[in-house]
């Protein structure tokens, strides 16, 4: 991946954030969390890796983002959401927040096809900014639509396209 971005603007989906948060507060935690049934510490590693290192200078997220993250914080253990929760805050203090109504994602064509929160990351993809994400139907509109995104399955799996 590296080199092969040009935005220095980072967007990660749902579940990444989830895993940067939850990781980033208690590495033994990712095994514990229902909301990361998907991945192992190795993965929160890689993510911090690519986060870290790939001359980033700006975070950006949305609101749907923020609210699904929040969401799935609430059906975890007392201590999971507690030091979620810290990051979340620690996340928000250092981020931008891109902003569209719903009623505006809910007029794009693509809400055919994704889901309002996916809507956003496309819609906020446009900044520019470089999406990370596991959702592969997600990856696949925001680069057919010409903008940059990789799916981070294809990563761990080392069969990224870029």
Same mark, same amino acid.
């Not at 971005?5 to 208690?26: A, E």
């Not at 986060?51 to 997220?61: A, D, G, I, P, Y």
């Given at each position: #991946?590296?080199?092969?971005?040009?935005?220095?603007?980072? +967007?990660?989906?749902?579940? &990444?954030? &989830?895993? @940067?948060?939850?990781?980033?507060?208690?590495?033994? /935690?990712?095994?514990?969390?229902?909301?990361?049934?998907?991945? +192992?510490?190795?993965?929160?590693? &890689? +993510?911090?890796?690519? *986060?870290?290192? !790939? $001359?980033? !200078?700006?975070?950006?997220?949305?609101?749907?983002? #923020?609210? =699904?993250?929040?969401?799935? +914080?609430?059906?975890?253990?007392?201590?999971?959401?507690?030091?979620?929760?810290?990051? #979340?805050?620690?996340? /928000?203090? =250092?981020?931008?927040?891109?902003?569209?109504?719903?009623? *505006?994602?809910?007029?794009?064509?693509?809400?055919?096809?994704?889901? /309002?929160?996916?809507?956003?990351?496309?819609?906020?993809?446009?900044?520019?900014?470089?999406?990370?994400?596991?959702?592969?139907? @997600?990856? &696949?509109? *925001?680069?057919? $639509?010409?903008?940059?995104?990789?799916?981070?399955?294809?990563?761990?799996?080392?069969?990224?396209?870029?």
């Amino acid at each position: #991946m590296k080199g092969s971005k040009r935005s220095k603007t980072l +967007l990660l989906d749902t579940n &990444l954030l &989830l895993l @940067l948060f939850i990781g980033g507060k208690d590495l033994s /935690l990712i095994q514990k969390a229902k909301t990361l049934s998907a991945f +192992l510490e190795d993965d929160y590693d &890689l +993510l911090e890796e690519i *986060v870290n290192h !790939n $001359s980033f !200078n700006r975070l950006v997220t949305t609101p749907h983002i #923020m609210t =699904k993250v929040s969401n799935l +914080l609430g059906h975890e253990r007392d201590d999971i959401r507690r030091l979620g929760r810290e990051a #979340m805050i620690e996340f /928000l203090s =250092k981020c931008t927040e891109h902003t569209d109504g719903s009623a *505006v994602l809910v007029s794009k064509p693509e809400f055919n096809r994704l889901r /309002l929160t996916d809507v956003a990351i496309a819609v906020a993809s446009r900044l520019p900014a470089f999406v990370l994400t596991v959702d592969l139907d @997600l990856y &696949l509109h *925001v680069n057919s $639509s010409g903008l940059e995104a990789e799916n981070f399955n294809h990563i761990r799996q080392g069969t990224s396209l870029h």
